[in-house]
């Protein structure tokens, strides 16, 4: 069983809309949680970034952990064309660092005008 | 403008030919890390460096060689003895090798024939 699973899409909403992207592991002791955004043909840019359970909010974006699930989302308000792109999801249990991370496969988002 | 420099943005290769990936940092950053992404996959780590001249192999070390003479730079080799070497190369650092997040650089696509 992969430790980090993400469904890869594609997920095709209309502009506007609230989208709800997730990931789900099964290492229980992940408790650092990142959420990095794709153009593509760019590099990863890191959206959000949250330290053990709880919301975290940022503009449309709130980024949501639930340990006892094992299962964290992105929601994405308003969403817009510009936010096309594909989702990561990155986590670990001991450090937010690159040599700690564990990332999904993405999930490949297009919002239509 | 401060950042991570990939070059070239698209590389052409012969089989059984060794190249070298250039990736350059201007963020004073300790870390640095080279990742493999293939489509439909994660972020793979191939070598990851802490400091200057001391280096680690990730998950998918065979076949590559790295060098950290230089804080800003930190090359990445693909030898002839990497079985799958077409992949696009994203290089990203962080501020410190513990609890910092990544910045990524828009990567080089690599092709070989």
């Known amino acids: 069983q992969k430790e980090v699973e993400q469904d890869p899409g594609p997920l095709s909403v209309p502009e506007g809309a609230i989208v709800s992207l997730n990931c789900t592991y099964s290492?229980?002791?992940?408790?650092?949680f990142m959420w990095y955004r794709q153009y593509s043909r760019k590099g990863p840019e890191l959206l959000m970034y949250?330290?053990?359970?709880g919301n975290k909010e940022d503009g449309r974006f709130t980024a949501q952990v639930d340990k006892s699930s094992k299962y964290i989302s992105l929601f994405i308000r308003d969403s817009q064309p510009s936010d096309s792109a594909t989702y990561l999801c990155?986590?670990?249990?001991?450090?937010?660092?690159?040599?700690?991370?564990?990332f999904g496969k993405g999930t490949s988002l297009l919002v239509t005008p | 403008d401060g950042g991570i420099t990939q070059s070239p943005k698209y590389l052409f290769r012969k089989e059984g030919q060794n190249v070298t990936l250039s990736c350059e940092q201007n963020?004073?950053?300790?870390?640095m890390y080279w990742y493999r992404q293939d489509p439909g996959q994660g972020l793979r780590l191939i070598y990851y460096?802490?400091?200057?001249?001391?280096?680690q192999k990730g998950d998918i070390a065979e076949g590559y060689s790295v060098s950290r003479e230089k804080k800003e730079s930190f090359p990445l080799t693909v030898t002839s003895a990497q079985k799958n070497p077409t992949a696009f190369y994203l290089c990203?650092?962080?501020?410190?090798?513990?609890?910092?997040?990544?910045?990524f650089g828009n990567g080089t696509r690599l092709t070989v024939t």
């Open positions: 460096s802490q400091i200057v001249n001391d280096f």
């Open positions: 949250t330290y053990s359970s």
């Open positions: 990203a650092s962080s501020m410190y090798p513990g609890n910092s997040p990544l910045h």
């Open positions: 290492n229980s002791a992940f408790q650092y």
């Open positions: 963020l004073n950053h300790d870390a």
């Open positions: 990155a986590m670990s249990q001991n450090s937010n660092s690159g040599y700690a991370l564990n």
